[in-house]
């Protein structure tokens, strides 16, 4: 099994920059690929950005510019710089990472999710 962490999340004004981590742990094999979602009031679950072992990204195009996902391999760590934060980016993000355990098979892991609120 594969257990998701993430810190970082809080509270910050308009216009300002917050960054959150998701450490993973566990009996990890392998990792493929890391990213982070996104789920506010109402909305659906959505991909913000991810990030492979070999440091292809993908980002939502609404975060395009604003955003910056980066993962340390060696310490199964991703991380996602949010700058330019709109209220609009407020929500719940998720840690996201597809792994190889021991014992098992290749598996998406979700973290508990960290809230991210921006004020106006």
């Known amino acids: 099994q594969v257990q998701l962490v993430e810190s970082g999340g809080g509270l910050v004004q308009a216009g300002g920059s917050l960054r959150v981590s998701c450490v993973a742990s566990?009996?990890?094999?392998?990792?493929?690929?890391m990213g982070w979602y996104r789920q506010a009031p109402g909305n659906q679950r959505e991909l913000v950005a991810d990030?492979?072992?070999?440091?292809?990204?993908t980002y939502a195009d609404s975060v395009k510019g604003r955003f910056t996902i980066s993962r340390d391999n060696a310490k199964n760590t991703v991380y996602l710089q949010m700058n330019s934060l709109k209220p609009e980016d407020g929500a719940v993000y998720y840690c996201?990472?597809?792994?190889?355990?021991?014992?098992?098979?290749?598996?998406?892991?979700w973290g508990q999710g960290t809230q991210v609120t921006v004020s106006s």
């Open positions: 990030i492979f072992r070999g440091g292809t990204t």
């Open positions: 996201n990472a597809h792994a190889l355990a021991n014992g098992s098979t290749w598996s998406f892991y």
């Open positions: 566990g009996s990890i094999l392998s990792i493929r690929s």
